[in-house]
């Protein structure tokens, strides 16, 4: 079983950077897939990075592709999301995924195995 809490999350201005933060618990992190996904309000749940077990492979959505880099610690159970560039349109709340299937996470399915409970980013005009 995995469990994971993020952090990091809050309001900043437009152009503005966050780092969030995503701890695992569980002795098997490394052998899984991560991803970020957001919610905004109004909208469904949707896709932001991943990054695959070994840290090696990284995939982006378009919209964010350039402005945030995903990266993971296996020796210390994280997974980071630098955000840069952020703009209104990046407001939502964002969750950290973990699933033992890259391809799963990578297409951006909703159905992966663990999710944390989110941390709200809110970008300011």
């Known amino acids: 079983q995995v469990q994971l809490v993020e952090s990091g999350g809050g309001l900043v201005q437009t152009g503005g950077s966050l780092r969030l933060s995503c701890a695992a618990s569980?002795?098997?992190?490394?052998?899984?897939?991560m991803g970020w996904f957001r919610q905004a309000p109004g909208k469904e749940r949707e896709f932001v990075a991943a990054i695959s077990a070994s840290g090696g492979g990284t995939y982006y959505a378009d919209s964010v592709k350039g402005r945030f880099t995903i990266s993971r610690d296996n020796a210390k159970n994280t997974v980071a999301l630098q955000m840069n560039s952020l703009q209104p349109e990046d407001t939502a709340v964002y969750f950290c995924?973990?699933?033992?299937?890259?391809?799963?996470?990578?297409?951006?399915?909703?159905?992966?195995?663990?999710w944390g409970q989110g941390t709200q980013v809110t970008v300011s005009s």
């Open positions: 569980g002795r098997a992190f490394s052998s899984y897939t």
């Open positions: 995924a973990a699933d033992r299937r890259l391809a799963a996470v990578y297409s951006g399915s909703l159905n992966l195995a663990h």
